[in-house]
């Protein structure tokens, strides 16, 4: 069983420091609250009661995984009547990453100068987001915070899911392609000029394919730093297109309309907004705040612009489902059973069913996507690199038959 270090304080204000056998660090956390030791420090032994060992001037990523285990803890310590600025303490105390640590017991200290816990993590936005921060308040006020850290972590960790599919489906083609990339570099570059130069030794007339070949690759010679320039200058020049709005809105509007890949992110986009909306509505926020997050959250422009006219609308006194179905952007489906979620005074419910329904329709296209671009990558890589192979080795077959 391990044996983890502790670091605390009695109940008389005394600090104490020794050992304690438990099959993990909340079970040691537990133990000692049992001895009526405020736990301050607790780690493994031989891990050191420290923070993580980092180079100078390098600062540790606060990550999906470590926002949902301090909101699980979090909610457990709630739960169990201990009071925030202790919960607080603890967790940041025991945190693995030094930033989040930081971070957590700035909180902390911002909670004991008399701010509320929402107030506090409002003022790191690059950890907390709105979401994050509104869900937090609305917990507060209505005194059910375990409840709300709760919901927020299973949240978190359904869309982490989510996104863990998506780069899933792209490493594969990805991987692909950087190395049929890399193959016909190497084969332009290095490997046809030593054909070139050996067919010129021999003289006569070349196939069509093979001259073809190597004027490509003598071409490529000759302007290789261009074009390296040229690839460089274009994925910056796309990536400011990206950035800039006008770029970006019609970058995400086009891409909605590629087949396959547009059905993807459109379902995506769905099962985000509904997970979003219905978390926030069972968590007691208002519905026009929960639409503004949910459109900053959309992750897509013609989406984010959807929701905002469907927020407009509602603020005028109408419906969600009918200025929703106007956008032509949500599936006909997903309003009518939000409509049906209006009139039963369901919502939130019927939100949460559409988004496990759309996970599903995700992971469906998520591996049709997958399907179709295995077939596809095999016939690029077998027409340009076994076309190239083919069109260098053609000479030594004629030469060969002319013997014969």
């Known amino acids: ?218 071409w490529v010679t000759r302007n290789i730093v261009y074009l390296i320039v040229a690839i460089t200058g274009s994925i910056f020049g796309a990536k400011a297109f990206y950035n800039w709005p006008k770029g970006r809105k019609i970058f995400d509007n086009t891409i909605l309309h590629f087949p396959v890949v547009g059905d993807l992110i459109r379902k995506v986009a769905v099962a985000r907004f509904c997970r979003t909306l219905g978390t926030m509505i069972s968590s007691g926020v208002p519905i026009l705040d929960a639409l503004d997050i949910c459109a900053k959250t959309a992750g897509n422009r013609t989406v984010e612009a959807a929701i905002q006219k469907t927020r407009v609308a509602i603020s005028e006194g109408r419906t969600i489902a009918q200025p929703l179905q106007e956008t032509n952007v949500f599936p006909n489906m997903v309003v009518q059973m939000i409509a049906v979620g209006e009139s039963t005074g369901a919502l939130d419910a019927m939100l949460t069913k559409i988004a496990d329904f759309y996970d599903d329709e995700v992971d469906s296209a998520v591996e049709a996507l997958t399907a179709l671009m295995e077939p596809a990558l095999m016939v690029f890589l077998g027409i340009v690199i076994g076309g190239l192979v083919i069109a260098m080795y053609m000479p030594i077959f004629n030469m060969a038959a002319n013997v014969g």
Do not use: W
Not at 88 to 106: A, H, M
Not at 181 to 189: D, G, P, R, S, T
């Open 1 to 218: 069983m391990p044996v983890y270090a502790y670091e605390g304080k009695t109940r008389q204000g005394e600090i104490k420091k020794g050992t304690i056998e438990a099959p993990n660090q909340a079970v040691a956390m537990a133990r000692l609250r049992q001895l009526q030791i405020v736990p301050q420090k607790v780690r493994e032994k031989g891990k050191g009661l420290g923070g993580n060992i980092k180079l100078p001037g390098m600062t540790a990523k606060v990550t999906d995984k470590d926002i949902v285990i301090f909101t699980r803890q979090f909610a457990t310590m709630i739960d169990a009547g201990l009071p925030l600025v202790q919960c607080l303490d603890i967790l940041g105390t025991q945190s693995q990453n030094p930033t989040f640590k930081k971070v957590i017991l700035e909180v902390k200290d911002t909670v004991e100068a008399g701010s509320t816990f929402a107030d506090s993590i409002k003022k790191h936005p690059k950890i907390f987001d709105e979401l994050y921060v509104n869900l937090i308040a609305a917990g507060e006020v209505g005194g059910i915070l375990d409840t709300i850290l709760n919901r927020l972590a299973q949240y978190i960790e359904k869309a982490m899911k989510l996104k863990k599919k998506i780069k899933g489906a792209m490493v594969y083609p990805s991987t692909i392609m950087a190395v049929a990339v890399v193959v016909v570099i190497v084969l332009m570059v290095f490997v046809i000029p030593i054909f070139s130069q050996m067919f010129k030794d021999m003289g006569g007339t070349l196939p069509v394919p093979t001259q073809i070949a190597i004027d490509i690759s003598n």
